[in-house]
């Protein structure tokens, strides 16, 4: 009898022994740093604490094994967060988006219930490499403290309501390589100073920009791969541009540039070329490249003639 009572004490010991050593663990084994979660849950209560896109994120499991989120692997800290493609989040982007310091990759995307403006606490981000905002509602002007995010590749702000005019600041990014502002109601000029990029790919079509490409954007090099002008109202003289040497697509249609078309273009391996729908003069140059567009690229100007246009007279 006494025996009995002893093993089975003895038994139990070891089962509370155990279950509470498997409980230390679990506990250890969380990778995630306590304030990440605790911003992470502040966005999920922010944006649709209901919403099927948080059910992963529940306080009692490791933040860093939730949908849509990644940790650096040997800091466990957060460097990844892609919040989108969803009709039923509703608000504003929430500013303690701000205190995720290590994060490289940040999406707000393809959630037309997300308005406001880009909060500053954005430019907390210094460790960003790719920020996307885009297919949004977000709206005013696009900030001057995004040129403090200097280790961006990429910034994508693209079809929401921004307006005002593109900043200067973003000349600061030293090696951005896509900027994308198309699809806004962005107004004014593009910046002179963007011509210091070392490889860039500016698609700012569909604003409602003005003015002409600064000199500097054209002052040889490879520094400008693709540029999308497409409708804007650009007013400058085409004949008077000088092309980057790494130059792989232009389109400017629907603006209202004039003169006529640089020789050099027929020198560069363009992939995409339109200016159609300007006011553009006098022969279209042969050359390699060129023959290869068809009169839809050339279309609906002044007198643009030769090629696939009829011949000049
Ligand atoms: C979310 O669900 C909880 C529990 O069902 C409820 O108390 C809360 O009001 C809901 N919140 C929202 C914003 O719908
Ligand atoms: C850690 O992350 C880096 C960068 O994302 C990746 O290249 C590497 O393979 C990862 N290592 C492990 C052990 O998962
Ligand atoms: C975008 O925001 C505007 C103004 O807040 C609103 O009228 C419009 O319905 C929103 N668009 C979508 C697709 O939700
Ligand atoms: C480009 O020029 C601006 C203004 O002169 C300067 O502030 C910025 O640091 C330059 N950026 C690069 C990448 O050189
Ligand atoms: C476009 O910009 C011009 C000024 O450059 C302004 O007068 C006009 O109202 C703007 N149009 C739209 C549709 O925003
Ligand atoms: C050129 O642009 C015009 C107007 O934007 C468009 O209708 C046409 O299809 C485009 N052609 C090519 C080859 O991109």
């Known amino acids: 009898m006494e025996t009995k009572s002893t093993i089975s004490l003895f038994l139990f010991s070891i089962f509370l022994f155990t279950a509470s050593s498997l409980i230390t663990l679990s506990h250890s084994a969380e990778l995630c740093h306590p304030n990440d979660k605790n911003a992470l849950l502040q966005i999920k209560a922010h944006l649709g604490p209901n919403t099927t896109f948080f ?13 849509n989120v990644r940790c650096n692997n040997q800091t466990n800290r957060l460097n990844y967060l892609a919040i989108g493609q969803q009709n039923d989040l509703i608000g504003q982007i929430p500013p303690i988006v701000g205190q995720l310091t290590t994060l490289e990759i940040l999406y707000f995307n393809d959630m037309p219930g997300l308005t406001g403006p880009i909060p500053s606490s954005i430019s907390n981000l210094i460790n960003l490499k790719e920020l996307y905002f885009f297919r949004t509602n977000l709206s005013g002007s696009i900030p001057e403290f995004l040129g403090r995010l200097n280790k961006l590749d990429i910034l994508d702000l693209s079809e929401n309501r921004f307006t005002g005019p593109i900043p200067a600041s973003l000349s600061q990014i030293p090696n951005l390589q896509q900027l994308n502002l198309f699809k806004n109601r962005l107004s004014g000029s593009i910046p002179d100073t963007f011509g210091n990029f070392t490889k860039l790919a500016l698609q700012v079509y569909d604003n409602n920009l003005s003015g002409p490409i600064p000199k500097s ?37 629907h603006n209202r540039i004039y003169g006529s078309l640089p020789k050099q273009l027929s020198q560069l391996p363009l992939e995409v070329f339109n200016a159609s729908y300007n006011q553009l003069c006098g022969p279209i140059p042969t050359g390699n490249w060129l023959n290869r567009f068809k009169a839809d690229s050339f279309g609906n100007n002044k007198c643009l003639c030769d090629g696939p246009l009829p011949t000049c007279k």
């Open 217 to 253: 954007l054209s002052r040889g090099g490879k520094n400008l791969i693709l540029i999308y002008l497409k409708n804007n109202a650009f007013s400058f003289d085409f004949s008077k541009v000088v092309f980057s040497s790494g130059l792989r697509g232009i389109d400017i249609s």
């Open 55 to 67: 059910s992963s994120w529940l306080p009692n499991t490791d933040c860093c094994h939730w949908i």
